[in-house]
């Protein structure tokens, strides 16, 4: 495990509390509009490395100041898109010792490049902890893709400009988007999201079952996020969430599969001390008090799934 | 071919009813609030076997009494979780002489409790016939997973309380919910629903589109669903179900298996007594009066996947 | 590249125009009621084909005449459905020297007839350029599958009857709509859809979410669907396009995979004369002028899955 000490971490791009068992982070480049650049990105991907280790932490919440220009502008294009690519791409070299040749769909894939938005975005996902992103202000590619697909839920202001600009800009749908957006509100929406590249209001029917609720008042929405956050991390079960997400996110291929995968899981989590405590504080109409962690309760059966490291051997993060 | 004399049956937790080409199931422990206990699982497995085997049947609908408490509420924790495992889970031994270890990606998982919720959920799944659940009251639990989610359509009533409360009680989805929750509505949806326990109305936009209709008068649900039943046990093929609902099971990886498998499929269906009829009724305006069974009709083509039991070896059901 | 003089084609069933870079074709089948039959099909293949490698054109768009009686009526099964069945079918033989078998879901495939739906839907969904459906009349069978699903966005008449009467003539969903519309929209709405063969209107909630846009006035739906498409054959980068559609449709079987895709493709996109453009064009707030195009701009790692030639082999189209 993991206790890290959030009040005095070095960082430049964010603010970070830990309230209770609830990781706050607020994006704090406001007057770079909340361009996803600087050490947002290399910082935000720790802070999702460090929630996923730490059992103190329960839900980890992301949003920006309500009065700022953006919850996130998307990446900082002044200077072109080949700012994106970086030294230790080119350090791995393009078919030399790279860390990993994969084949996908039949069809060996070496590449050094690693998208920024990507990294980001496999932290969240890959987090065992419930995260919620605030959007309390516009946001524009990576702040759409990267800053909120991978997350659990997503809390949006109404009045939030919201636009998948990259086939307007001469570049492809990045950061693991491709992925993501079809399975969180089917291929008709992710569609006519990022092949128009058009601006959307929340409360567009191409877009709103992305989100969990829409707030109307952009200050609201923070708080709004934070007592459903306050709520999970003092009744909801740490490895209940945990299993279920990698349910959710590995189900198997089949049903029978599900079947087989759920009765294992069912059979660790329903002989645990949380399910214990579940069961009793439901009889005696109580919150419950969870005392299980991932770190201290984990089976060796989880993750059932193959864990692979996509980083570059070189310059891991 | 199976003929049942369902009149007959000895049942203890449902009514049954063959009215015309529909098998109506009406469950009956409104004293235990219709919780998913006693004799209930297991009849009601055996129903969906009958109505998959008996040519007579063409659509199965199940629903509760309009006035009892529930219309399902989930499992009986009274005496906490450690009931969902039964002597046969122990008679299987955990890595012994067990019927199945599979190759789940790229883990082999050996496991020897079967949740008895999956068991229902693979029951109604896999029926070839149209199966309707008609939710005339509140649910919870598995009242909301086996009891609707592998259904083809689920009727609601509008002032149902519906809730997915696992992650609030030390467990995690259950009964193949995760891999039928997002197929149905999406991740996004399923993320909301299964990952914050959260009691939602049919008419939340987080759940709406799992319903095929809402209906606001607890009474009219079940007549709804009935009504729809009749209908479509007059008006369709039994092997046009059978082989559509097997291609949107197991529609192949791509759009071209797909192609290939849903040409091969109309070569046999476009070729069979019922298209005939189809074409003629069609042609006349008049309603069509379909020959085929499943068990009279069937090419030895279908079904085209691979069928696999994953019941116990020793205590198969 | 192909240039093809579209004004000088010999086709019976269609009218063609390239208007600036969108290719219009109108279905022009009115007396049959747009039925799809005749040269239809195989023009309208044609014309996808055409699309796909004549780098002039960067949008198509499909409609009827506006006060046509249809805009497809569906298959004409005046005469039976076994008219789907074609000569060269019988040349390839049941088991004979077929062009392809293939192992799908464990089982080996061999099947001579190819539905003429599936061929336009593979067509269409397979075309790299941005394709739109504009509906602006009634729609029912291959009307609703073929001439919508594997387009990339649908507008559709508010009046609109729509219906895929599959199960309730005999035969099976057809031309890949058991792929196609679980992806678009969920199984829960594909379910009502395909499982009931219903009547429904377009803003009914089983059906809404297949629409980018519902236009209230029958002549209005062609005009905002030719408005798109001249803002995205205008403002969108070809390379951007056939990049993202590609991921969408060959996403890689895990976040991780999607990851390395995206990221190869965006060290190709991002490198190029059209991110270049993409990037000044935003910063000096004008429209761009992207100069790429696929036959000359195209990487040899692009398509990075393996291309399936599903064609009959005797009588290739």
Known sequence: ??????????????????????LIIVLDRAKQRNSYGGTLPTELIEMFTFADRDDRVRVVVVTAEPDAPAYCSGADISSGWSQLFKPEDEAEGETGALPWTHRINA????VAHRDTGGKL?????NCRKITIAAVNGHAAGVGMTAMQ??????????GA?????????????????SYLLPRLLGHSRANSLLLTGAVVSPTSP?????????????EDVFPAALKLAKDLASNTSQISIAYTKGL?????DTIEDNHILDSRAIRLTGSSADAAEGAVAFKEKRPPRFP????????????WWKLVDVRHRKAKL
Chains 1, 2, 3 share one sequence.
């Open 1 to 22: 495990m993991v206790v890290v000490d959030y009040a005095a971490l070095n960082v430049e791009s964010i603010k970070v509390t830990l309230d209770e068992a609830v």
């Open 107 to 110: 069809i060996d894939v070496v």
């Open 121 to 125: 975005s496999m932290a969240v996902y």
């Open 149 to 158: 697909l991978p997350f659990d839920l997503r809390f949006v202001w109404e």
């Open 161 to 177: 400009k919201l636009v998948f600009p990259f086939v307007r800009r001469g570049i492809n749908a990045e950061a693991t988007s």
């Open 206 to 218: 191409l877009i709103s079952s992305l989100y969990h609720e829409i707030i109307p008042r952009r």
């Open 248 to 252: 959710l996110q590995h189900p198997g």
């Open 292 to 303: 299980d962690t991932l770190s201290k309760n984990s089976s060796p059966w989880y993750p």
